[in-house]
């Protein structure tokens, strides 16, 4: 459904964000992108949906190749792709309502949305949505009185609301605690499955991608070094992700590297700190 064939970034200082990616993604597909700070994660994202002009190569959504499209064919194509942000980009003195009806503007034009008009049946589609996510009793709340998971759970609406066959989603969690990380990833997980969307997730947390994605894909240095399943992924994979240095370095942190082995919890945990310092 989604392809990238060959796509290559320099950004203007020169630096090779994406190095010769080629990927596909089938509908139905949650794919975590997993990789350290650098690699080229944020990048991809935006050159799927256009934020950053890929300098070569060929994306197609489905019959489209998004790298030919401009104007009002783009923008069309955008809507095809739901965006999920890391922190959240709601408009705070909005209520909830209003900010999942704002996922709608790409089609209700500007005058309209302006005025705060939405069809009746964008009102119908966001209760649902709502009701679907667990927060219809915040309906008329402010965004600025929900907390951070709540927040992200508006995000997911808004995203969904403009009924797009692909989620982009970026660092979802970076901002929650461990439990409402899980809880928004398990919703994501269930979302694509509902609607049979295929997702591209960035995430930080090696654990959280090893338990809700289908499909792990490791970037580094812009390059694509690892494509496969979440059982698939060891420690010696993670060592190509991320680096021996890193990898060694945590290891010493922890005292007991020796007993270690690639193991499903340990290591994940470990390597987010050499993502990017999070943990
Ligand atoms: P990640 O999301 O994995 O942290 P990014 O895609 O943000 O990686 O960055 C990949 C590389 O491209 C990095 O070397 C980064 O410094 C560089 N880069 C990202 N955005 C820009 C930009 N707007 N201008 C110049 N270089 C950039």
Not at 37 to 53: D, H
Not at 156 to 168: N, S
Not at 243 to 272: C, F, I, M, N, Y
Request: hydrophobic share 40%.
């Amino acid at each position: 459904m989604l392809t990238l064939s060959q796509v290559n970034k320099r950004y203007s200082t020169g630096e090779h964000a994406l190095v010769g990616i080629n990927l596909t993604l089938p509908r139905g597909q949650v794919m975590a992108l997993i990789g350290p700070s650098g690699a080229g994660k944020s990048t991809l994202i935006r050159c799927v949906n256009r934020l950053v002009e890929p300098t070569s190569g060929s994306i197609h959504l489905g019959e489209a190749e998004l790298t030919r499209l401009s104007g009002s064919a783009l923008r069309g194509a955008r809507r095809a792709m739901g965006m999920i942000f890391q922190e959240y980009a709601l408009v705070e003195r909005l209520t909830v309502m209003e900010n999942v009806l704002s996922g709608r503007l790409g089609y209700v034009g500007f005058w309209r949305s302006f005025l705060r008009r939405y069809p009746q049946e964008d009102i119908a589609e966001a209760f649902r949505l709502l009701e679907r996510i667990g927060l219809p009793q915040a309906m008329d709340k402010r965004a600025d009185a929900l907390s951070g998971g709540q927040r992200q759970r508006v995000g997911i609406a808004r995203a969904l609301i403009q009924r797009p066959r692909l989620l982009l989603v970026d660092e979802p969690t970076a901002s929650l605690d461990p439990k409402t990380s899980r809880q928004i990833m398990r919703l994501i997980r269930e979302l694509c499955a509902e609607r049979e969307l295929a997702a591209i997730i960035n995430i930080h947390d090696v654990a959280l991608a090893q338990q809700f994605a289908d499909r792990i894909v490791g970037l580094r240095a812009g390059q694509i070094v690892f494509d496969g399943t979440p059982q698939e992924l060891d420690a010696k994979t993670l060592t190509t992700i991320y680096g021996e240095e890193e990898w060694e370095s945590t290891q010493a942190q922890d005292g007991e590297a020796e007993h270690r082995t690639a193991t499903q919890t340990a290591v994940p945990q470990k390597l987010s700190l050499a993502a990017g310092g999070t943990v």
